[in-house]
């Protein structure tokens, strides 16, 4: 049998390579606030929004954690990214194989 060695090499060139992976991506929903759509979110009581306390010991300021250094808190969590603001997603990302090689 007769290989072609030119198709050979010019197919695994162009040979893709499909990975997935998991992202952070900013929920849709709420777009990142935590807070379901019909509902407003609270100011933090703890830091009166700011997301900074100041700590009484050191008389530093450290981030509130209270609300996370949101500065305010989920009256009502979104429910698609479970007030966290952010969801998992399933990315599928195709390489060129001429990229890895080069
Ligand atoms: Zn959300
Ligand atoms: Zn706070």
Redesign the pocket.
């Known amino acids: 049998m007769k290989v072609d060695l030119n198709k050979v090499i010019y197919a695994e060139k162009d040979a893709t390579y499909t990975i997935n992976y998991e992202q952070n991506t900013v929920c849709t929903t709420c777009e990142g606030s935590r807070e379901a759509r019909d509902s407003a979110p609270l100011e933090?009581y703890?830091?009166k929004g700011t997301?900074i306390?100041l700590d009484s010991l050191f008389q530093r300021e450290q981030r509130?954690n209270?609300?996370k250094g949101f500065?305010t808190l989920t009256k009502k969590a979104c429910k698609t990214c479970n007030g966290e603001g952010f969801v998992k997603q399933q990315v599928k990302k195709e390489i060129e194989f001429s990229k890895l090689i080069n």
Do not use: N, V
Request: hydrophobic share 10%; glycine share 22%; with cysteine.
């Open positions: 933090c703890a830091c997301g306390k509130c209270t609300c500065g």
